[in-house]
């Protein structure tokens, strides 16, 4: 149990770091092709597979 409540607080600051990551992107003028990309490439999902721990 207190595993998953580990779990599910490293999930919640990844998704507040991606949104201001891309708040702070669209801030600086990029258009929205180019945000969408750098997220895909910088995204921590690819480099975490939270789905194995969900299991």
Not at 2 to 24: C, H, L, P, Q, T
Not at 27 to 43: A, I, N
């Amino acid at each position: 149990m207190r595993i998953s409540f580990g779990m599910a607080g490293i999930v919640r600051v990844i998704n507040r770091g991606e949104r201001a990551f891309k708040r702070a992107l669209i801030r600086e003028g990029l258009s929205q092709e180019v945000v969408e990309r750098l997220m895909e490439e910088f995204s921590l999902r690819k480099i975490f597979n939270f789905q194995r721990f969900l299991r």
